[in-house]
């Protein structure tokens, strides 16, 4: 699921460390498709803290996938940090 934040595009995985994400950590790019549209990026996997920001303004900005995370707008960061911990947070950075 892509989010977009402040001008910056990230990826995060509502179900886990499945295989796309150890693809991902392994190679730091990634080929992005939607529908007929290509795009190629690199992607740095955020910090426990960063990604746990990124997963919280989401969140409170009403991410409908908020379920696959089980917090919502009113957890505490260290709920956030815990479901960061599961849920990878990629920053994506341009085409290459």
């Known amino acids: ?8 595009r990230y ?13 991902l950590q392994a190679a730091g790019e990634a080929t992005l498709t939607r529908g007929r549209r290509v795009e190629r990026v690199n ?3 955020l910090p ?6 990124v997963l ?20 505490s960061f260290e709920e956030f ?6 849920h990878p947070v990629f920053l994506l950075q341009g085409a290459m």
């Open 81 to 86: 940090e815990r479901v960061a911990s599961k």
């Open 43 to 45: 992607a740095r996997e």
């Open 11 to 23: 990826l995060a995985s509502p179900f886990g460390t499945v295989a796309w994400v150890r693809n």
């Open 1 to 8: 699921m892509t989010i977009e934040r402040n001008g910056k």
């Open 48 to 53: 426990l803290k960063e990604a746990a920001l």
């Open 56 to 75: 919280q303004e989401d969140i409170k900005g009403g991410n409908p996938f908020a379920s696959y995370y089980q917090v919502n707008a009113e957890s």
